[in-house]
């Protein structure tokens, strides 16, 4: 498999920053900092996070992407109209996000993966209503508990990056009151009788677009690269019981790049490797759509200041836009 020897992605205790003392939650804050620094990928264990909820979203899911497609299907709306809900396999490009930061044209093949997805539910949020499934029954329940769970843990991360810039540690709290955060199953089945066409995915290299995102991951097959061309990919480890956290372009933005954005993306099962099917369930942390950023520091700034919600549906249309050319 492609690696890079000088690729490290931490393993983090995030304990000592939910239940220590001042100096216990500087430290993980320092080392969650160089991560960000350094990849911008690490891997928390410890999280808080009660067991019981990971589990039945887990199981509720699985569910759901075996119900019949064409009820899967009923879930399905106009992009510009509800953001969310479900995507069939070959329904979106992820690169094609990456490709319109730098305004090319992208002409990857589509993902091999389904998906259901939904937002917020404060309507100060400004994003349309919940879609839910019929089936299973607790669906929403579940989802609606685990959403609002990792909500939680992304502003306790949060507060960990106000100290490591030596802010006030309740400082990002004041872009999130009405968040627009969305939360993401992914299901990349076991597609009897298809080959890959050559450089198709399960998902895309892409960058994730807003401020950080956390992954609860069913399996190996994530792999990252420092964002360069031509990338070099080492393995994300799977480690059980833990989430994997990855900074999205908003915060690489946000910290006058300082801190990374890194590429990533899902490749297929190796030959004889048994992977088999992978679920996983990402939580996007997203700013107020009306959140000003304004990069942090001192620095000469290399951006100007931008709206979250204008930065985050430009490169999300374009992903999704992209299936249609």
Same mark, same amino acid.
């Given at each position: 498999?492609?690696g890079?020897?000088?690729i490290?992605?931490?393993?983090?205790?995030?304990n000592?920053?939910?239940?220590?003392?001042?100096?216990?939650?500087?430290?993980?804050?320092?080392?969650?900092?160089?991560?960000?620094?350094?990849?911008?990928?690490?891997?928390?264990k410890?999280?808080?996070?009660?067991?019981?909820?990971?589990?039945?979203?887990?199981?509720?899911?699985?569910?759901f992407?075996?119900?019949?497609?064409?009820?899967?299907?009923?879930?399905?709306?106009?992009?510009?109209?509800?953001?969310?809900?479900?995507?069939?396999?070959?329904?979106?490009?992820l690169?094609?996000?990456?490709?319109?930061?730098?305004? &090319? &044209?992208?002409?990857?093949?589509?993902d091999?993966?389904?998906?259901?997805?939904?937002?917020?539910?404060?309507p100060?949020?400004?994003?349309?209503?919940?879609?839910?499934?019929?089936?299973?029954?607790?669906?929403?329940?579940?989802?609606t508990?685990?959403?609002?769970t990792?909500a939680n843990?992304?502003?306790?991360?949060l507060?960990?990056?106000?100290?490591?810039?030596?802010?006030?540690?309740?400082?990002?709290?004041?872009?999130t009151?009405?968040?627009?955060?969305?939360?993401r199953?992914l299901?990349?089945?076991?597609?009897?009788?298809?080959?890959? &066409?050559?450089? &198709?995915?399960r998902a895309?290299?892409?960058?994730?677009?807003?401020?950080?995102?956390?992954?609860?991951?069913?399996?190996?097959?994530?792999?990252?690269?420092?964002?360069?061309?031509?990338?070099?990919?080492?393995?994300?480890?799977?480690v059980?019981?833990?989430f994997?956290?990855n900074?999205?372009?908003l915060?690489?933005?946000?910290?006058?790049d300082?801190?990374?954005?890194?590429?990533?993306?899902?490749i297929?099962?190796?030959?004889?490797?048994?992977w088999?099917?992978?679920?996983?369930?990402?939580?996007?942390?997203?700013?107020?759509?009306?959140?000003?950023?304004?990069?942090?520091?001192?620095?000469?700034?290399?951006?100007?200041?931008?709206?979250?919600?204008?930065?985050?549906?430009?490169?999300?249309?374009?992903?999704?836009?992209a299936?249609?050319?």
């Open positions: 498999m492609e890079q020897s000088d490290v992605i931490p393993i983090i205790d995030l000592p920053f939910i239940n220590g003392n001042t100096q216990q939650r500087r430290e993980v804050a320092m080392s969650i900092a160089r991560a960000c620094e350094d990849i911008g990928f690490f891997i928390i410890n999280s808080g996070v009660d067991q019981r909820i990971i589990d039945d979203t887990w199981n509720v899911t699985t569910e992407f075996d119900r019949p497609d064409s009820e899967k299907a009923e879930l399905t709306k106009s992009q510009d109209e509800y953001p969310f809900g479900y995507t069939s396999i070959g329904g979106e490009i690169s094609a996000g990456k490709a319109a930061e730098t305004k &090319q &044209q992208s002409e990857a093949l589509p091999l993966k389904e998906m259901f997805s939904i937002g917020p539910s404060d100060q949020a400004g994003m349309p209503p919940r879609l839910w499934p019929s089936n299973p029954p607790s669906f929403a329940e579940k989802w508990e685990y959403y609002d990792l843990l992304a502003g306790t991360i507060q960990a990056f106000a100290i490591a810039f030596d802010l006030p540690e309740n400082y990002f709290e004041q872009f009151g009405h968040h627009a955060s969305a939360m199953a299901n990349y089945p076991v597609i009897e009788g298809y080959e890959p &066409q050559p450089g &198709q995915l895309s290299a892409h960058t994730d677009y807003g401020t950080i995102t956390i992954l609860r991951s069913g399996g190996p097959g994530l792999q990252v690269s420092k964002d360069r061309d031509p990338p070099t990919w080492v393995d994300v480890p799977f059980e019981n833990t994997i956290i900074l999205g372009d915060m690489r933005r946000w910290t006058n300082r801190w990374q954005s890194t590429l990533h993306r899902v297929n099962p190796p030959q004889g490797s048994g088999g099917r992978r679920q996983s369930i990402a939580f996007f942390y997203n700013l107020n759509k009306d959140a000003k950023v304004t990069v942090l520091g001192d620095e000469e700034p290399k951006y100007e200041p931008i709206i979250a919600g204008d930065f985050l549906m430009q490169k999300h249309l374009a992903a999704m836009a299936k249609a050319k």
